[in-house]
């Protein structure tokens, strides 16, 4: 059966989003293709139609879930008080730990990606460095060089959280990566709740009802 231009672009959009969630909460690896499309309400058979293999739909899974990080970033930066305490205060947020289909693609998939092939890691390092950017543009000149060491320590404060399974140890480390992170930008450490809330990105695990 053959579609009209938009209808096939539509789609195309649709596997791409689930897979973006899947992969982040269940792992590239461990997710089948099967499985994407089934949770796009499309027949296996038309994933062909669209992608000519796995590894393009990772490629665009991982942009498009970079995209929505970076989005993310910069609502922080640009709508709340505070700017850079805003993005590490929602990036070390218990929402976020919770949340991996919808999170961090860096947190989720970083040792994944780095097994991946030479052009899912090179689209992968694109994105990064534009978070990296768009970060440093929030930031005086002379804090600009921390940002990578920043980033990246977010990211394993995030990844330690979600492999813990007792909470409390799980809030001191997101609390002493939130002072330490804080320090290194000249910040002070005010006392702030912790986030908690609906993500703003609707889930496609939520609507599949496939929770841990």
Same mark, same amino acid.
């Given at each position: ?59 665009? $899974? #991982?942009?498009?879930?970079? &995209?929505? =990080?970076?989005?993310? *970033?910069?609502?922080? !930066?640009?709508?709340? /008080? ?55 543009? $929030? #930031?005086?000149?002379?804090? &600009?060089? =921390?940002?990578?060491? *920043?980033?990246?320590? !977010?990211?394993?404060? /995030? ?54």
């Amino acid at each position: 059966m053959r579609y009209g231009k938009g209808r096939r672009d539509e789609s195309r959009q649709r596997i791409t989003e689930t897979a973006s969630q899947l992969f982040r909460h269940d792992g590239i690896g461990a997710t089948g293709v099967a499985a994407v499309m089934s949770a796009s309400d499309l027949t296996h058979g038309a994933f062909y139609w669209h992608f000519e293999s796995k590894e393009e739909l990772v490629r665009e $899974a #991982l942009v498009e879930a970079q &995209r929505a =990080r970076l989005r993310r *970033i910069e609502r922080c !930066l640009s709508t709340s /008080v505070g700017g850079m305490e805003a993005v590490i205060r929602d990036y070390l947020s218990s929402e976020h730990v919770a949340n991996a289909a919808t999170g961090c693609t860096s947190a989720a998939l970083a040792p994944e990606v780095a097994r991946s092939s030479a052009e899912v890691r090179a689209a992968y390092t694109r994105g990064l460095v534009a978070h990296f950017d768009g970060i440093s543009k $929030a #930031l005086p000149s002379e804090l &600009r060089h =921390r940002v990578p060491a *920043i980033y990246s320590m !977010l990211v394993g404060c /995030v990844q330690l959280a979600r492999a813990c399974d007792d909470d409390s140890v799980a809030e001191d480390i997101l609390a002493s990566g939130l002072r330490t992170a804080l320090s290194l930008l000249g910040i002070a450490d005010r006392p702030c709740p912790p986030r908690r809330g609906t993500s703003s990105e609707a889930s496609v695990l939520d609507s599949q009802h496939a929770v841990d």
